[in-house]
């Protein structure tokens, strides 16, 4: 079971704006910056977005992340073939004082 | 630019160590903190614990606690992570990656390549 609870899937058709949530506690979301990793298709994850909206340099503005109180949102806006990976969102754990993941959510681009 | 290479692939029997190297090139090694986190075949991240290169101080997972140890070599800008008393569980790809040397930034902006450990006797 993972500290943060994302949905399993996801999916969307070319075009699309799809979003993934990201829900955790007072100890981890509710008071650090939240994180988003995309990771394709046996390759090392990537950095999607850093401390809660930043992307970095290279990310397309269709990627965008939000916070509100202890859950957390990722947006992909003018959906892509390429945008199917698995996205996992993160935080550090004030009370664990660890780094947790969510589960992991699996993007379909239909 | 920045590099971080890892190890070659592993094969071990449960009961056994194993020890990934990650070596790192491209920027000031010991102006970032140095994380492991693994992943387990078709399971999602699962982050194991961090070093700072500067002081050479660690934090592990609880559930690694007594197994995992976290060791730099400032020299030759190279991390270790080992991992003792392995279980077929423990079968999974092993990343480094590197963060800011602040406690609550997880910016993981740099990863190793992942290096494929598998336990079976």
């Known amino acids: 079971q993972s500290v943060l609870t994302q949905p399993p899937s996801a999916s969307g058709t070319p075009g699309q704006r799809v979003t993934i949530s990201c829900s955790g506690s007072?100890?981890?979301?509710?008071?650090?910056?939240v994180y988003w990793y995309q990771q394709l298709p046996r390759t090392a994850p990537k950095l999607l977005i850093y401390?809660?909206?930043q992307r970095p340099s290279g990310v397309p503005d269709r990627f965008s992340g939000s916070k509100s109180g202890t859950s957390a949102s990722l947006a992909i806006s003018g959906l892509r073939s390429e945008d199917e990976a698995d996205y996992y969102c993160?935080?550090?754990?004030?009370?664990?004082?660890?780094?947790?993941f969510g589960g992991g959510t699996k993007l379909t681009v239909l | 630019q920045v590099q971080l290479v890892q190890s070659g692939a592993e094969v071990k029997k449960p009961g056994a160590s194993v020890k990934v190297s990650c070596k790192a090139s491209?920027?000031?090694?010991?102006?970032?903190?140095m994380y492991w986190v693994r992943q387990a075949p078709g399971q999602g991240l699962e982050w194991m614990g961090r070093?700072?290169?500067?002081?050479?101080?660690?934090n592990s997972a609880q559930n690694f606690q007594g197994r995992v140890t976290m060791t730099r070599d400032t020299s030759i800008s190279t991390a270790y992570m080992e991992l003792s008393r392995l279980r077929s569980d423990d079968t999974a790809v092993y990343y480094c990656?590197?963060?800011?040397?602040?406690?609550?930034?997880?910016?993981?902006?740099?990863w190793g390549q992942g290096t494929l450990v598998t336990v079976s006797s």
């Open positions: 990656t590197r963060g800011p040397n602040r406690d609550d930034y997880i910016d993981f902006d740099y």
């Open positions: 491209g920027y000031t090694f010991t102006g970032y903190y």
């Open positions: 070093i700072n290169p500067n002081s050479g101080g660690t």
């Open positions: 007072s100890s981890n979301i509710g008071s650090n910056y």
């Open positions: 401390r809660n909206d």
């Open positions: 993160a935080a550090w754990d004030d009370s664990l004082s660890a780094v947790v």
